[in-house]
């Protein structure tokens, strides 16, 4: 056996077991890497959070209706790639969570400078520390459905008072 291919099987083995971690992640676990790869700015690692089959049951009266066609999990990637936009010194943390098995359930607080547009309002320099509730259903060590509720009003209060 060459040098090569000890190499190429450790760097296979490496990245089932990485594989493999992930894939086991808690629900506690999957709420505390969404706040992390946020606060990081890290939104490859955020989409890595998601399922391919998921499902946002959230629905919102203040954003425009999603292109058709656009996968669920495509189309909050981009909201949340929009929020960093519009706050880029955006950190995120948990305020409250209760976990079980499948679920979480967490409040999430955000803080960042309106430093680009956000929610169609052109920055304002302003600092901004808004809350959102979410839960999340978790299967395989990722994120398969979501429900939540944004302080939307809250942002747009800050904004613009």
Known sequence: ????????GLAGAAMTM???KADTRTPAQL???FAATLSAHDMDAFAGLFGDDYVNHQVSAATPAPPP???PKQLTVNFFRARLKGLPDLKVSIEAMVATNE???ASFVYEGT???VLLGVQPTGKRLRFTSC???????????????MGDIAGQLAQ???
């Open 134 to 148: 979410d839960i999340f259903r978790v299967a395989g060590g990722k994120i398969v459905e979501h429900w939540g």
């Open 159 to 161: 904004m613009k008072g």
């Open 114 to 116: 309106h430093r680009g």
């Open 1 to 8: 056996m060459n040098r090569r291919s000890v190499l190429a």
């Open 103 to 105: 679920r979480c359930a």
């Open 31 to 33: 709420a505390e890497a």
């Open 69 to 71: 066609g656009t996968p």
């Open 18 to 20: 990485k594989a493999a």
